[in-house]
Nanobody, 117 residues
Framework: VQLQASGGGLVQPGGSLRLSCAAS????????MGWYRQAPGKQRELVAI???????SVADSVKGRFAISRDNAKNTVYLQMNSLKPEDTGVYFC????????????WGQGTLVTVSS
């Protein structure tokens, strides 16, 4: 599975960005796609993930500000980020996993989001 992410950049506090990640390769129709992030000096953490059936898991720190969605026909997941804060700064990694036991996880190359005035 290959993951191609796009959409990062520099934005002022209160601004918005939209991340996209397209998956290609041996993709099962039953899967989970989403986003993790890693801030400087911190561990990678969940931002939001969404299963192909529509269920989601969203970090408390971004609830009400970020929205995850996906287009299953395009094998693409999106992250709409609104009301961005400086603490949202980090590298955002796209994530993919088939909904099966004992299968690997896949990660995108990471896209940098910087929230700064």
């Amino acid at each position: 599975v290959q993951l191609q992410a796009s959409g990062g950049g520099l934005v002022q506090p209160g601004g918005s960005l939209r991340l996209s990640c397209a998956a290609s390769g041996s993709i099962s129709s039953l899967n989970v796609m989403g986003w993790y992030r890693q801030a400087p000096g911190k561990q990678r953490e969940l931002v939001a993930i969404m299963a192909s059936g529509g269920s989601t898991s969203v970090a408390d720190s971004v609830k009400g500000r970020f929205a995850i969605s996906r287009d299953n026909a395009k094998n693409t997941v999106y992250l709409q980020m609104n009301s961005l804060k400086p603490e949202d700064t980090g590298v955002y990694f796209c994530y993919f996993k088939r909904l099966m036991l004992n299968v690997p996880e896949f990660w995108g190359q990471g896209t940098l989001v910087t929230v700064s005035s």
